[in-house]
């Protein structure tokens, strides 16, 4: 569901990305469609449930709340997918609106995710299947401004839930696999 407003009055765009670029990286996938990148993270625990991601030469702090035991210095789990969902969904609108030329004023989103863990993280004794556990529904709500008219932004919206990389990591099974080093 998005919220879309086209207001009259004069709004400083939102910082471009590189059009041409973006055709470009789209043309390359458009010729090898299997093409594969591959992220990589190494994450370290701190203590307590508080871990540091190294990213690119960049750090993601996650800890729980205080009521789930965590110091609560950082997002949760959870919170940090509904960041990568709410952050790639943001990449799509901006690519999405760049492809269609439509200048952005503002792009908002506003994301919510109910979750189970009856299990306490398998801890609990407790042996619920594993569609009971994790993120069970996500409600998203974008406010978005630009030069188009209503339904050109929600299409724009709506295009870029459909093709967003991580929209489709939560809506689809994928493999995974976990071993000891």
Known sequence: MSSVTNESTTKADLRPIDREGLLGFAEKGRNNPGARGTNTVHTVVEGQYRTISHVRGHEVVVDEPLHLFGQDTAP??????????????????????????????????????????????????????????????????????????????????????????????????????????
């Not at 630009?146 to 870029?160: C, F, K, N, W």
Request: charged residues 20%.
């Open 76 to 181: 949760a789990p959870a919170e940090i997918v509904l960041s990568a969902l709410g952050g790639c969904l943001a990449v799509g609108i901006t690519a999405v609106a760049t492809w269609k030329q439509v200048s952005l004023s503002k792009v908002e989103l506003h994301l919510e995710g109910d979750i189970g863990n009856p299990a306490a993280w398998g801890a609990g004794g407790h042996e619920p299947s594993p569609e009971e556990m994790g993120i069970q529904a996500v409600r998203v709500r974008v406010d978005i401004e630009g030069d188009a008219p209503r339904e050109t932004l929600d299409e724009i919206v709506q295009r870029a839930n459909y093709f967003s990389p991580i929209g489709n990591t939560i809506r689809n099974p994928i493999d995974f696999e976990i071993s000891l080093l």
